[in-house]
């Protein structure tokens, strides 16, 4: 599963996208939120983070499948 990464989320891990190779077990966002938290601990050091599926902003409980587009939306701010 590609994840692509955005603002803080890109500077913070550095990459533009991440590559999850195990997608076994995950049914919702927040499973994904918990997974990409485990094997990429940079993760905790965001405030927070939105997650898109397939260019839509998902909630916790939205289905995710291994060949979804998703994003990582990390907190921003402009004036």
């Known amino acids: 599963m590609k994840i692509l ?3 803080m989320a890109k500077e913070t891990l550095g ?3 991440i590559e999850l190779k ?3 077990g995950l049914r919702n966002v927040k499973d994904l939120k918990e997974k990409l938290k485990k094997d990429f ?3 905790h050091k965001l ?3 939105a997650i898109a599926v397939n260019a839509n902003y998902a ?3 939205d289905p995710v499948e ?3 587009e998703i994003v990582v939306i990390p ?3 402009g004036g």
Do not use: I
């Open 5 to 7: 990464l955005y603002g």
């Open 66 to 68: 291994a060949n979804d």
């Open 75 to 77: 907190p921003v701010s």
């Open 41 to 43: 601990p940079l993760f």
């Open 15 to 17: 990459a533009k996208s």
């Open 59 to 61: 909630r916790d409980e």
């Open 47 to 49: 405030p927070a983070m």
């Open 22 to 24: 195990d997608t076994e």
